[in-house]
């Protein structure tokens, strides 16, 4: 498996499922837990003109809406199966009963006063709640919170102890061994344990605008994420898989102030991230008689990142747009060295410092003009700069493998790069039923410590959009992009082991791409409508010898929505992707002998149901059914016979049916339904108990595979 398809197909398919998986109780923001370390990597967020503001609005003809309104929902929901990965993003992973609750209230004042409250979800694991208020062109305060489990692993066991601590120690009576299957004490020691993630977010945030000129702001995030990871600990040719602690806590500050005239506008903000990992190593006893008798790993360290960015833009003419920014910023991490090992039987290599003392510049930079050349024609126009400058020193490490020996020294590599380009994009409307554009794109960019100094890519793209009738819509977009080396390909000299001379990494070896996008919408009547849209894209690797040759990604999507009576709509959709890519690589090192073929494909349906007043009036029901499936198929060619890797699999089936009747004008009664079935195959973790691989002790997880029923029923009254 390359890693170009080795990411893309869990995006793909976590997409598919997410198209036929439809929320069950209130709708909730579901968000992946964010990575601490990786947001200290975060370029605070940018717009180049300011958004509309709706809160400093004034109606003088509306009507007077002072006063209190909202609803309060209670409930009780019932599951009927246990499962983690059920529960993924939802809190429903325990059988038996919930209580379903929310609440939404909101209050005007005649003078321009409002506070909104609303909280969903209070009874499970993904709880979230959000006040707002103040006052209409004056100021604006808002509180946040919300929380959102994760999935780790399905039914794992371990023998270690210590969960929960940056300590994980064997069972008293542990008997050592070469392999797994010697080690006599295994089975007696395993416990069943659960791995999860949770993650939970407060946001505080205050606007005060001074008159219609002046806007400043504050917003302050912390993110804390508590659980477990799976990590492995290895002692030179064993490994364990252990239950590593996760414990960290990210807060983020963001401060701004602008002022805007008709037509220009300035900014300044200012954004700092700062990372604490409470966990920041963890310490394991080896359960094999090979290497020390215990090992210890360092986590990700503490570090900040801030960053003071300007932007602003300018209109000189009704015709013309500018707008800038100009960003920049340090990242820093000091965190202490651990010590080389911790075995006893070593003699312990100093080291050159005590902290990386790591800091690196960044500097980024955007201008942007757009051209009304005439009611016909416009044109963009844009150029960027991009600098990450790595100032951490280089020393020479004396490599302690594993905590069972001392190697070499290696010297550390502070990689940086330069990134330069632009692009220009022209509009034409060549009739009131066609318009065309066209564009192009450049980008260079140099690195330091790697095999490539410099890169350079151009591109082009034409798209022509008709409407012939007034029913029919249609887009065509075809792009082709060239990433070609300004010098040779160089192996790296100091790298231990050294790597295949031959061998092109994908993301810095030449490349040739094209992709043609297609989209089609067809206004059957004014009740049906039909759409289709679809994707190609090809990227060959014609000039590289050993690693990702070519690529090839072919997705189609229908649907069709009608709604044959006023009070009924129905909508479905089918999509289909399809992934292949192909790997070279050698086994003696030198030229190609043997090819890695991976084809993975992706098929998605959805089918809704929605009607309104059904029987009688003040009943409403709904049906959803979703089912997504993935295959991945990985087969080898060697110059002799060789079985292929089994399939990975995986199949989700997803039925939702609600009912709504509305008693009075006050009060509603809502019962849900939801099953839902998934079944997958994974042969990295089938049949794999602890000690299946003799050098490897596993936490024996499975494939997920369940059926659950959840029913719900709930009261909903408006005051």
Known sequence: MNKHTAHLMPKRLSLAIALALTATLSAHAEQEPEDGAAAANRTAPFSYWPQADTERWECSQCPDVSGTEGDVTVGVGYVSEESAYFGRYTGLDDDGLYFLGGVRANYRSEDEKYLDLEASNLGLDTRSLALRGGERGRYRARLNYDQIPGFVAENPR?????????????????????????????????????????????????????????????????????????????????????????????????????????DWHVAASYHVSLFNNKADAVTWDNPFSLGGEQGRMAQEPDNRFHQLMLSGGWRPTSRLNTSGRLAIGRMEQDDSFLAPTINPNLVAPGLPRADLDGRVNTLTGNLRAVYAAGSRLTVTGEGFYDDRDNRTGRDEFVQVGTD?????????????????????????????????????????????????????????????????TDRVDMTLRLTREQRRLDDDYTALPDVIPEENPLLRKFHLASRDRDQVRADLSYMVSDRVSLGFSGDYAKDDYDRSRVGLIDARDVAYTVDISAAPRDNITVSAFYGRERIESTLASSAAFGFPDWTGDQRDTIDSFGLTLEARDVGREGFDAGIDYGYSSGKGRITMRTGAPVEPLPDLESRLNTVKLYGRYRVNERLSVRVDYLYERYRSKDFTLDDVAPDTIPSVLTLGEESPNYSAHFIGTSLNYRF
């Open 158 to 262: 371990t023998v270690f102890r210590g969960l929960g601590s940056t300590n994980l120690t064997l069972p008293d009576d542990w008997e050592r061994a070469n392999t797994t299957g010697g080690m006599g004490r295994l089975n007696d020691s395993l416990t069943d344990i659960s791995l999860d993630t949770r993650r939970d977010r407060l946001g505080v945030g205050v606007d005060f605008w001074r008159g219609r000129a002046w806007d400043y702001g504050i917003d302050y995030r912390r993110t804390e994420q508590d659980g477990f990871k799976i990590q492995g600990g290895s002692f030179l040719t064993t490994a364990s898989l252990l239950p590593v602690k996760v414990d960290r806590v990210t807060d983020q500050i963001d401060a701004r102030v602008a002022y805007r005239e008709q």
């Open 404 to 468: 069972t020996f001392v190697g070499a020294a290696r010297i550390n590599r502070p990689y940086s790069y330069e990134r330069l380009g632009g692009r220009l994009i022209a509009d034409f409307r060549a009739s009131d039923k066609v318009r065309l554009s066209a564009g192009g794109r450049a980008e260079q960019v140099e690195r330091t410590f790697q095999e490539v100094d410099k890169t350079e890519t151009t591109a082009g793209w034409g798209e022509i959009r008709a409407t012939p």
